[in-house]
């Protein structure tokens, strides 16, 4: 249970928590979509309400160093429970250097698997260095182990990222990594990439957006149908000359094929390993793999495989059974804690980042702590390019959600605006600078019901995304030039803080950041205001009461 606030009797209307998703903050002007946009409400904010800017990427969220930029679910992660926990990037990235993941059940059983039946091991994942959802190191670390536990043939199944990375890097990953499997090759060891796909054409769709992605995934892993080539290279090139324009998260599947055959389908007793840590996206393609009886969509043949996650992906719901590294166990969340002083709960979004505020906020907890007291709204979203579609469900998720407020069910409420965010990763300035002014727009409608419930709004995101939308040398700082004198796009997280704002008409607290606060500090921000110490395992507040 909580503890009374020493001074502070909280406030009477809502504690509304407000995630502008992907709006970091930087000085810089050029290629800053937020500050190119014309944002009046949030200039006003930042001119006369009490702000601080938080940590949102690298140790402040559980990453392993510094280098690493925030996502989403790190960054819900540590809104929603006040703490920090070593995230999958971490733990996977450890038990590798220790041999802690080659000596658990699940790495033996895929081994012992495919060495019983003679059979290939599979690596489907995302391709890159993002350290958002993968790493390649983790995968090549996994495929010299499995040379050296003694297995003959895998295949690995990439899905070429450009969102979490430079948007048309692929061949960067795919030069140096084929040089990799020919070294490996050299004694024999058959290890070759089968196919593959832009990560936002096939397998990685999450919260059940458009299972087609999935199923457009499934044919070209399982079943090797989609168009074929000799090689990965080839397939990249080849889509791209077809294909002006496009980035690579975008890229068609494709089969690599030996004499006009498939290297590469998924047989019965094969074993694999989706090697993405992060849940999210990972989710469909484990129950396809995973369940004897499959709705979404018809897989045609269901191979029997030993099947391994690189992390459970959903431990309430147990997905998947076999996971080679344990996900964080995160304790002791706001939800939990408000659930069980019998504090109301609002969590509403769109459906791209629905399973964030709930799922991800809740610690990775799927469900209710209390089901009269939460209530969770999810907006369907559009199944368009964002960049077509800029404004999203911000209008709708507005509407419902001042709807939601007035009906003073709510003590609390948390929402998140994906604009920035999901805008953002399209690589598309124009339609971003649209997608600020969108959230922009909404927060204009949305602070003054707040106002009249004599409440209070916390404005703040998870990470930056818009902020920066051109690619930054690393040394200099400034943005890269491509070819033709154009700056480059980026589409990736950026590794800015992103700001806090106490939206309070009535002034009942100062905002305190002793400098190096993150997101964390959020959630006991929350129970102060409504007249609760925080839990101490908890990061301190950023309000002082008068
Ligand atoms: C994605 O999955 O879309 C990106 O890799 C990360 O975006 P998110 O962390 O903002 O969801
Ligand atoms: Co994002």
């Known amino acids: 249970m909580l503890k009374k606030h020493p001074t502070f009797p909280g406030v009477k209307g809502p504690v509304v928590t407000i995630i502008m998703d992907g709006i970091g ?8 979509a937020i500050a190119q946009a014309y944002t009046p409400t949030l200039d006003r904010l930042l001119a006369t309400c009490q702000h601080t800017f938080l940590k949102a990427h690298g140790k402040a969220v559980g990453m392993p160093s510094d280098e690493d930029m925030g996502n989403s679910e790190v960054g819900h992660n540590a809104l929603g429970s006040g703490q920090v926990y070593n995230q999958g990037a971490s733990l996977v990235a450890e038990a590798i250097a220790s041999g802690t993941l080659f000596q658990g059940a699940a790495w033996r059983e895929i081994i012992a698997n495919a060495r019983e039946h003679g059979s ?28 050296a536990d003694g297995l003959q043939r895998v295949r690995v199944h990439i899905l070429l990222d450009g969102r979490d ?10 030069g140096p990594f084929e040089t990799f499997l020919a070294e490996l090759r ?3 060891f058959d290890a070759r990439i089968a196919s593959g796909g832009g990560r936002m054409s096939i397998t990685m769709d999450r919260y059940e957006a458009d299972w087609d992605m999935v199923e457009r995934g499934w044919r070209t892993h399982v079943l090797g149908e989609a168009r074929h080539f000799e090689s990965a290279t080839q397939a990249i090139e080849t889509l791209r000359a077809e294909h002006p324009g496009i980035i690579d998260q975008n890229l068609p599947p494709f089969v690599i ?79 939990e804690y408000l659930a069980a002083e019998g504090i109301t709960q609002l969590a509403i979004s769109e459906t791209q980042k629905y399973g964030h505020v709930t799922y991800f906020w809740n610690g990775n907890r799927s469900g209710k702590f209390n089901e009269t007291l939460e209530t969770y709204v999810e907006i369907p979203s559009d199944k368009v390019p964002f960049e077509q579609r800029p404004w999203m469900k911000s209008a709708e998720i507005t509407d419902e959600l001042i709807r939601q407020l007035k009906t003073g069910k709510h003590r609390t409420a948390r929402v998140n605006y994906a604009n920035g965010d999901m805008v953002g990763h399209t690589g598309n300035y124009q339609a971003t ?3 600020v002014e969108t959230v922009d727009l909404a927060l204009a409608r949305l602070l003054p019901v707040i106002d009249a419930l004599e409440g209070v709004a916390l404005i703040t995101a ?25 700056p480059k796009a980026k589409t990736s997280h950026t590794l800015n803080p ?25 959630a006991a921000t929350t129970v102060n205001l409504l007249g609760y110490q925080a839990p101490g395992m908890w990061d301190r507040g950023l309000l002082e009461f008068r």
């Open 257 to 335: 094929v030996q004499d006009g055959e498939s290297i590469g389908r998924i047989f019965d007793k094969d074993s694999v390993i989706f090697f993405n840590f992060r849940g999210d996206r990972a989710i469909e393609m484990s129950r396809a793999f995973e369940e004897e009886e499959f709705a979404p969509f018809d897989r045609v043949r269901h191979p029997g495989v030993t099947y391994a996650g690189m992390l459970q992906y959903d431990g309430d719901l147990g997905i998947p059974r076999r996971y080679l590294v344990s996900p964080p166990a995160i304790r002791d969340t706001l939800g």
């Open 120 to 147: 290939t091991l599979h690596f489907i994942g995302l391709f890159s260095d993002g350290n958002v959802h993968s790493h390649i190191d983790h995968l090549k670390a996994m495929i010299v182990r499995a040379k």
């Open 462 to 486: 998870d990470h930056g995304n818009a902020d920066e939308m051109y690619e930054l040398d690393k040394k200099t700082g400034e943005p890269q030039q491509s070819v033709h004198g154009i």
């Open 165 to 174: 990375v430079p948007e048309t890097s692929a061949l960067d990953y795919v």
């Open 433 to 435: 600078i649209i997608a």
């Open 498 to 522: 992103v700001p806090f704002i106490y939206y309070d008409s009535r002034r009942r607290a100062v905002v305190t950041n002793p400098g190096d606060a993150g997101l964390s500090a959020v």
């Open 186 to 188: 050299k004694d024999g």
């Open 25 to 32: 903050y930087s000085p810089k002007t050029f290629g800053n």
